[in-house]
């Protein structure tokens, strides 16, 4: 579990970088915001339930822990398209496509740094 308490960090922060950065290169300047809102709020709460999925493997609350990540993040989803991004002023697409990307890039980084923390036999 040593390994993974760095790995999955620095991986999160890796990847949202490069996911920020994609979309900024993909979008015109005013939709800037919403890329950034959405990174924000992805390595908000990813961070912290992908950790905590990382730390259930192998528990009998795995399921139930996994279970409910995916509803945080469809939950995430649905409040930052009708309340944050009409409340900020930002426009849907560029919010929750990156969100929607992040998310799911995100999800595979807790995969594969779930995988390295199981032991090997």
Request: aromatic letters at 6%.
């Amino acid at each position: 579990m040593t390994r993974t308490r760095f790995l999955y960090p620095l991986l999160v922060v890796v990847v949202a970088l490069l996911g920020a950065v994609l979309a900024l290169r993909l979008v015109p300047e005013r939709e800037h915001p919403a890329v950034w809102m959405a990174v924000l709020a992805s390595i908000l709460v990813q961070g912290p339930l992908g950790w905590w999925v990382i730390r259930s493997v192998g528990t009998q609350r795995f399921l139930v822990v996994w279970g409910l990540g995916l509803l945080a993040r469809l939950i995430l989803i649905g409040l930052m398209a009708v309340l944050v991004g009409p409340a900020f002023g930002l426009s849907a697409t560029p919010l929750l496509v990156t969100l929607a990307g992040l998310l799911a890039a995100l999800l595979l980084v807790e995969g594969v740094v779930a995988l390295a923390a199981l032991p090997r036999t």
